[in-house]
């Protein structure tokens, strides 16, 4: 159990922190609700103490002989705003101490993490561009707003991430506290994710049981590590990761497209999808009927190796990494398996994982080792997929640093 601080800024997304502040108790945190008095404007102060299990206060006056303004910052493991406002932001950026949370602000000394929500016009202003910048020079992570419907009928970017995808940065912060450095800014990273279906007629399928879990989780990391991300997703069912242009495809030859055109441009590319290597020769163009000629053998074609081809390729020096998702066999053991998979496909990293019932596939956690044609071998226990991609992204930062 962690002691999460979590601010609450006066915009409508408050609302939405409700939902956070559930998740992060239902890790198991102990959660202390700070909101602005603006906040309260928006959702009152029983809805927090009642999800929080503590009282609630947003002036420094409140609870004054426990010097509450002090005490909160020094005892958080973890402070989250979220919605993190301009006004917010430059209270925070300023080092004002108007009230509770600018206090517990400059007196915390670990990991803070805004979740920005706001009117696009007032993301983009230099005023707040200035105050973002300042904060992620002090260390603070500042993630980026979402895009789409805002307050009004207006849409565009200025929506508050997902409370699902704020709570696993939370989870992250608290894992690895400096997993977010904005190394990778100026970078544009390309991931693959999920699983490719071939079709063998309008309703069915060849197919994988890959969630697109550990690829989300390596966009949500490298774009709050400011890289600028195009997902290629193949058929995954999660809400999009903030701050990442999503492209959608279905088979493997539609992501082997999606993935050529993107990394033309790309520092880096991540082939974290379960790509079929094998497709029907043919597809029904009507369903398949019980009565008609048992198909007693589908005939198959291969599918193109993308990871292959862009290694045999490399037009720039992007850095590729594969992923290798092994059962063992009596041959091998799945690390063996996955020494030679980065000996065979001659891409840069190499990220091996244990696959089978219960394992890594659909999961909320993964464990793996990540290997280096260096022979550098980096072992990852068993935890949210965060992390697994948080030190992914080092080992592809340092190797960027590198090159340059
Ligand atoms: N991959 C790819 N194109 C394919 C198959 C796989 O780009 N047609 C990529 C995957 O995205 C992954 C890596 O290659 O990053 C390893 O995938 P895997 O299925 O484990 O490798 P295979 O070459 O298919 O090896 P095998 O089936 O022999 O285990």
Redesign the pocket.
């Known amino acids: 159990m962690s002691r999460i601080c979590l601010g609450v800024g006066g915009g409508i997304a408050a609302y939405k922190a409700a939902d956070l502040l559930r998740k992060l108790t239902e890790a198991g945190h102990d959660v202390t609700v700070v909101p602005t008095a603006a906040a309260l404007q928006f959702v009152g102060a029983p809805t927090w103490s009642a999800l929080s299990h503590h009282p609630v206060a947003s002036d420094v006056w409140t609870g004054a002989a426990d010097v509450e303004h002090v005490r909160l910052g020094r005892a958080a493991q973890l402070v989250v705003v979220a919605p993190a406002t301009a006004d917010l932001l430059a209270r925070a950026a300023h080092g004002l101490a108007d009230d509770l949370l600018t206090n517990a602000l400059l007196t915390a000394r670990c990991p803070v993490l805004f979740a920005p929500a706001m009117h696009t016009e007032m993301w983009e202003h230099p005023a707040t561009v200035a105050n973002v910048a300042t904060l992620r020079e002090r260390g603070c992570v500042v993630l980026e707003p979402a895009s789409g419907r805002l307050t009004g009928t207006d849409t565009g970017k200025g929506r508050l991430p997902e409370p699902a995808e704020i709570a696993e940065f939370a989870q992250l912060l608290l894992a690895v506290p400096h997993a977010l450095p904005c190394d990778l800014a100026g970078r544009h990273v390309v991931v ?1 994710a999920g699983g490719t279906r071939e079709p063998l007629d309008p309703v069915r399928f060849l197919g994988n049981a890959s969630s697109g879990r550990q690829g989300y989780a390596v966009a949500a990391v490298a774009a709050a590590r400011g890289a600028h991300v195009t997902l290629v997703a193949a058929n995954v069912e999660l809400p999009d990761p903030a701050a990442t242009d999503v492209v959608r495809v279905g088979t ?1 030859l539609e ?2 497209d999606a ?1 050529r055109k993107h990394a033309a441009t790309a520092d880096v590319v ?8 094998f497709r029907p020769s043919t597809a029904a163009e009507y369903k398949i009927k019980k009565s008609d000629v048992p198909p007693a053998a589908i005939e198959l074609d291969e ?8 290694v045999a390729e490399r037009a720039g020096d992007a850095v590729l ?6 059962t063992g066999d009596d041959t091998a053991s799945v690390l063996e ?1 996955g020494r030679a ?1 980065l000996a ?2 001659g ?1 840069d990293v ?1 990220v091996v994982n244990a696959v089978g019932p219960g394992k890594a596939f659909g999961q909320r956690d993964n464990a793996g080792v990540i290997l280096d044609a260096a022979g550098h071998e980096r072992v990852v226990d068993l935890g949210p997929k965060h992390v697994l991609a948080a030190a992914l992204l080092d080992v592809v930062a340092q190797r960027l640093q590198a090159r340059r």
Request: proline fraction near 3%.
């Open positions: 693959s493997a992501l082997r993935v991540v082939m974290a999808a379960a790509v079929a290597d599918n193109p190796d993308v990871l292959a081809e862009l990494v594969g992923f290798a998702a092994e398996h998979k065979r496909k891409c190499l």
